[in-house]
């Protein structure tokens, strides 16, 4: 069983602790104390790792909070009938009700420090055309991705990511192609020193703060304006039709990264150091804000796309297969 901490292949231990009359889990390689849901129900929500890779402002931590938001205010429940999420443990429940709560006061969080994060572990049940699963998500200080040696020591939860999520703000870069690259190379020489092998994950390369590119969206690109401007909630009923979508708005940011980016060096190391390469794009806020305050109420765009993709690259064959197959 994967150690949500340590993130070690290990055998939870039960045992008292801190003079407690009940058994809790712990892991024996860190010694932390595991959720109990998470344990005991490990086969039937087993994790999937989802892990924000990029630069310093790049706009991870915000993606995060708007996530556990939108989780906590969108009424998904009602177009997918058995879908709920729930935090795993007390950390997890302060981390989403707290950054939910935040962005509802108008502030946003505040910039990550540079430390081996602890995950926020949500159970994530009822996904249409997904397995039910337990998600890890990690999330750092960016400097941890600036140097291969910062990466090995503050990010190793990355070997255990079955798709690793690149998060780029192509606006906050001086040349996007040389970034979008320092970044990939930086990546795949941090994971090698850590015994893990890109060949065997699917990368997600997400642009985020993508209302900040809508201009750029013009001619040949304006889908993706549209896409972006969209409101997903009512489409995201429809999660047939919504993830094929998703791969055209994919094939579309490839050649958009090529074609206007000329990112082509990126590509190819993309495409030949990974199982497989997606694309989308995410505006956590919707706007661009005031400093550290909201004027308005955010308004997130497509922020569950990437999810959708780790999870659907996360779970290959029988289960998936069932599952659609059962209509589901
Ligand atoms: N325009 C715009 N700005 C954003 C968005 N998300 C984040 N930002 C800005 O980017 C800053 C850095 O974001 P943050 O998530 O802390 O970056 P991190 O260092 O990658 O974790 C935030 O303080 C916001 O001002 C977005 O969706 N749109
Ligand atoms: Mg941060
Ligand atoms: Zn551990």
Redesign the pocket.
Known sequence: MLCPFCIDDVKFKKEKTGGRSTLVYLCPTCNEQVPALYAKDYSKYPPVVIS?I?????????????LFYTLKKLTLARDWPDFYTMGLNEDSLDTVYGNARMLDDGF?????PKNFPRPTMIRAEGVPMQPDCSLLMF?T??ECFEKPTQLVQFAGFVRRAEAAML?I?I??LDDARAGMQQLLNTYIVGLGELSGNTKNQDLIVVF?????LVGRFTGKWNALATYLIEGSVDALAETNTYLARMHEISELLRDFTEQELYAHEFINAAESNFKSVSFSI????????D??ELSVEIV??RILDPVLWVMEKSFDGPVRSLKRWLGW
Do not use: C, M, N, W
């Open positions: 924000a990029g630069f310093r402002q790049h706009g991870k931590t915000v993606y995060f909070a708007t946003l969080p505040d910039s990550t999330d200080g960016g998060l703000s606006a906050d985020t703060k993508a209302d900040k995410i505006s956590a806020l919707g706007t661009e804000p400093g550290a997130p765009r």
